[in-house]
């Protein structure tokens, strides 16, 4: 018998013989060395520890979560909570691998509501750290026990009802592990973020953190608002919206949550929170479903912010695809894509200044105020919203009502429309409507003052100063009812020229228009050629009907070209339209009437997305008199 294994069992083969190709024994491995293994997918880092035992926490119905680190946590990380404790005969269980209260057949999984479920989490820290487990159940003992990871050992000791887990020196027994870690900071800053994230979908829920005895952060109980602008700064509060999706008639899945407004979005994707059932969770669905609600408005490479809290029948979510549940699998990733993205997507629709009168912070802050005044008995449902998919069935989310302003536009409307046809040039100007100061007032862009080198528009709102950026936002108005006319009737309203224009053409062009006849047509044109070196116009958009009408049909033409016919998807499309629009809107350095002005203006607040042109940038920015008056360091 050939044996190339080493001679003993317990002899490590040499490299040499590790390098052959002969059969090698297989042992089963110790123990600790699989805890050890195991550990590895669990615990990366000192945060994942937090997180951990955080999800503990919280699993046992704690109200008050006080985390203690010291050196980053990897000297000592101590997780305090008020839950409900484990039972002293318990204790030795609770660290043993695959042992978990939380489910016990399969179906239990199926519904599993807790953070954990796998049995693995304190067995694996065990392993490659100094754990202690210190609790007492609410009733049934005097006194406290205290368990020793390494001895075992288990013995009384005082403490209120609640646990402790207390693990120290991480990563001890496997040193290269270790040098993976970086400075303290750094893992103290993970560790922040670790508990952040279960503070956002926890408002009920107090929690401190604390480092080399300072206190680091202090979040209190209270409203879901509060809660927010406490761990991710008044800043996000002032440009959130708040999103409260309809659940679906099957009941499958409801979005809520808040969403930045454009503006707010930063150069990194640092403050995109997504829930799942109340678990943090990085899913690739959801984080596409929001990047694409924001893709008409966002400008470039900017990265929205959002806290989104996905509730889903747990039977249509996998959460164990994962050995720290990061990550979860949809059973239809589309109605989840649909929920999320509608849901966004209508809240970023309502301008601003339609929705909150205007976006002075003090005043984006009364949506908060808005939804608490709506009645507290709401703030309840909002809290068990979103604690865990239990609530799945009864959940009825408070229902914000913006402020509105638009309904003291009803009516002004129509005379808007055709005041807005003078900016095209279609027909002189007509008197703008009788403005009585007061209507002025309620207007939430204001007045129209003056134009500023033919590109900006200034006017006076009852907060002070607004600026326009006319083009911009022209641009939008006409991109938005391009978009409407197309969804509704599939063909862009079309006008024929009464004598058609004909322009010189390049072949490519002339061989373009012949091969997206349909589309053009669709688009509200009728390009033909004329000859074999021209074209010829024969109906443009309606709603375009005044510009320059080649300009137009080159660029359309140019755009066509360049994404083919495979392309006539929902990118292509806007992209086309987006092109249209900007070739229609009002360019600068042309003069506009104040009454041309107010009907841009009013325009603004009656169109969706209107706060930032096509491209994502601003199209109005407001002075406040506070700002105007530091301008001038006039105090008031
Ligand atoms: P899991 O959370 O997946 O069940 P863990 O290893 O994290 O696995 O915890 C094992 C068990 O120990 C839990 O199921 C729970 O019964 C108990 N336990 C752990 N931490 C706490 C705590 N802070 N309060 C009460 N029970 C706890
Ligand atoms: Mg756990």
């Known amino acids: 018998m050939i044996n190339t294994a080493p001679s003993s069992a317990n002899e490590l083969p040499s490299p040499d013989e590790s390098a052959g190709y002969g059969p090698k024994q297989i042992c089963e491995l110790a123990d600790e060395l699989i805890s050890q293994i195991a550990a590895g997918e669990v615990v990366e880092r000192p945060a994942s520890v937090v997180r951990e035992l955080v999800d503990n926490a919280l699993d046992a119905g704690a109200t008050q979560v006080t985390v203690r680190l010291v050196a980053g946590g990897v000297r000592l990380i101590s997780v305090e909570d008020d839950g409900c404790g484990i039972e002293p005969n318990q204790l030795p269980m609770a660290l043993r691998r695959h042992a978990t209260s939380k489910i016990a057949t399969l179906q239990d999984l199926e519904s599993v509501s807790t953070m954990g479920f796998r049995g693995e989490a304190l067995a694996a820290i065990n392993a490659i750290a100094e754990l202690t487990l210190l609790s007492r159940t609410w009733a049934t003992d005097a006194s406290a026990w205290l368990l020793h990871g390494q001895t075992g050992e288990v013995s009384p000791t005082a403490r209120t009802p609640g646990s402790t887990v207390e693990v120290k020196e991480l990563f001890f027994a496997t040193p290269a592990r270790r040098k993976f870690l970086k400075t303290d900071a750094t893992e103290l800053a993970h560790c922040v973020e670790a508990v952040r994230r279960h503070a956002l979908a926890r408002p009920q829920v107090s929690f401190a953190i604390w480092h080399d005895g300072k206190l680091v952060e202090n979040w209190r109980a209270g409203r879901p608002e509060q809660r927010l602008a406490d761990v991710l700064g008044d800043e996000f509060m002032a440009h959130a919206l708040p999103l409260a999706g309809a659940r679906a008639n099957d009941g499958s899945v409801q979005v809520l949550g808040w969403a930045g407004v454009p503006d707010a979005a930063r150069a990194r994707a640092d403050q995109q929170f997504a829930y799942v059932n109340g678990r943090y969770v990085r899913e690739k669905t959801i984080a596409h479903a929001a990047r694409s609600a924001y893709a008409d408005v966002l400008h470039g490479a900017r990265q929205p912010v959002y806290v989104l809290f996905v509730s889903i029948n747990p039977s249509r979510v996998d959460v164990n695809v994962h050995p720290t549940k990061i990550e979860v699998r949809f059973r239809d990733g589309r109605e989840v894509h649909q929920a999320v993205f509608k849901t966004i997507h209508n809240a970023l629709a309502t301008p601003r200044s339609a929705a909150a009168g205007v976006a002075a ?276």
């Open 361 to 636: 912070p003090a005043e984006m802050n009364s949506i908060g105020a808005a939804s608490s005044q709506q009645g507290e008995p709401n703030q309840a449902n909002m809290v068990d919203a979103y604690a865990t998919p239990e609530n799945l069935g009864n959940m009825h989310f408070v229902q914000y009502t913006r402020p509105q302003f638009a309904i003291h536009f009803a009516s002004e409307r129509t005379a808007s429309f055709t005041q807005l046809d003078v900016l095209w040039g279609k027909q002189s100007p007509i008197p703008a409507a009788e403005q009585t100061g007061s209507e002025a007032a309620v207007w939430p862009l204001g007045r129209a003052i003056a134009q500023v080198h033919g590109v900006y528009i200034l006017a006076e709102n009852a907060h002070g100063l607004v600026i326009v950026d006319m083009h911009a936002a022209h641009e939008r108005i006409v991109y938005e009812r391009l978009k409407g006319q197309l969804d509704a009737t599939q063909t862009v309203a079309s006008q024929p020229l009464l004598i058609p224009e004909t322009f010189a053409a390049t072949p490519t062009e002339v061989a373009t228009a012949e091969a997206f006849e349909g589309v053009l047509a669709e688009l509200g044109m009728d390009i033909t050629p004329f000859s074999p070196k021209t074209l010829a116009i024969r109906a443009v958009p309606t709603s375009l009907a005044g510009g320059n009408a080649t300009e137009l049909a080159r660029s359309v033409l140019a755009q066509l070209q360049q994404h083919g016919a495979s392309e006539v998807v929902q990118r292509a499309r806007d992209s086309l339209l987006g092109t249209m629009a900007c070739h229609s809107a009002v360019r600068a350095n042309r003069r506009l009437t104040l009454p041309e002005m107010d009907a841009l203006l009013r325009q603004m607040e009656v169109t969706e997305r209107s706060d930032q042109c096509n491209h994502g940038r601003p199209t109005w920015r407001q002075l406040a008199m506070k700002e105007l008056d530091a301008l001038f360091m006039r105090g008031r």
